[in-house]
């Protein structure tokens, strides 16, 4: 496989792997409707609390539910913006 080949093909791969228009709305309709999932209110909990070390303690958790490092710091980052943007709106209230 010479050089170029194996590019094009991490090339295809990574926007392969992009979130689409679709999805990204069909996901949002879903989180409006359905709202957190058990663990995930576990974690907003968390953040409210808060405390010294709460980072580590939601990411701590959130591997253990979910598996790996990357999926553990999205995850976190996501509540955290569910998060803000509960705050943001009592604040507009």
């Given at each position: ?23 990204a709305l069909c996901r949002e309709i879903a989180r409006e409707v359905c709202g957190l999932s058990p663990y995930e209110r576990r974690i907003l909990d968390m953040i ?46």
């Open positions: 496989m010479t050089q170029e080949h194996f590019h094009s093909h991490f090339i295809i791969y990574y926007q392969s792997q992009r979130l689409g228009k679709r999805t409210k609390t808060g405390g010294s070390a709460a980072d580590k303690r939601i990411y701590k958790f959130a591997k253990r539910r979910l598996g790996t490092h990357k999926r553990a710091i999205v995850k976190r980052e996501d509540i955290k913006a569910v998060n803000a943007a509960q705050r943001a709106k009592a604040a507009g209230v």
